[in-house]
């Protein structure tokens, strides 16, 4: 059974740092690119970031970039994601995929881990 499984959302002052994993299971982790998405109330979801496991190249979007890094453990089939100087507009479910390119056309989807940052 092929499964993604966020961990690590939850409560956090502005200017605080969280890190969230996403653990896989199922498929060939490292034939695999892992997309973390996010979705604000009332916005659309957001690709923010991507790390291709094979070869790891990682890839951000401006509004996280020089905040968020992205790392994976191919021995844990984990990708890791580290929020750090998290804003209020972080705030969104977080959600991490796999496909075999990065932010489209997504095979697999875990439920998602919800981060509050607050003021």
């Known amino acids: 059974e092929v499964q993604l499984v966020e961990s690590g959302g939850g409560l956090v002052q502005a200017g605080g740092s969280l890190r969230l994993s996403c653990a896989a299971s199922?498929?060939?982790?490292?034939?695999?690119?892992i997309t973390w998405f996010r979705q604000a109330p009332g916005k659309e979801r957001e690709g923010i970031s991507c790390i291709s496991v094979g070869d790891g190249s990682t890839y951000y979007a401006d509004s996280v970039l020089g905040r968020f890094t992205l790392s994976s453990d191919s021995a844990k089939n984990t990708v890791y994601l580290q929020m750090n100087s998290l804003k209020t507009e972080d705030t969104a479910d977080y959600y991490c995929?796999?496909?075999?390119?990065?932010?489209?056309?997504?095979?697999?989807w875990g439920k998602g881990t919800l981060v509050t940052v607050l003021s």
């Open positions: 995929a796999a496909g075999t390119v990065c932010y489209y056309g997504m095979d697999y």
């Open positions: 199922g498929f060939t982790f490292d034939s695999y690119a």
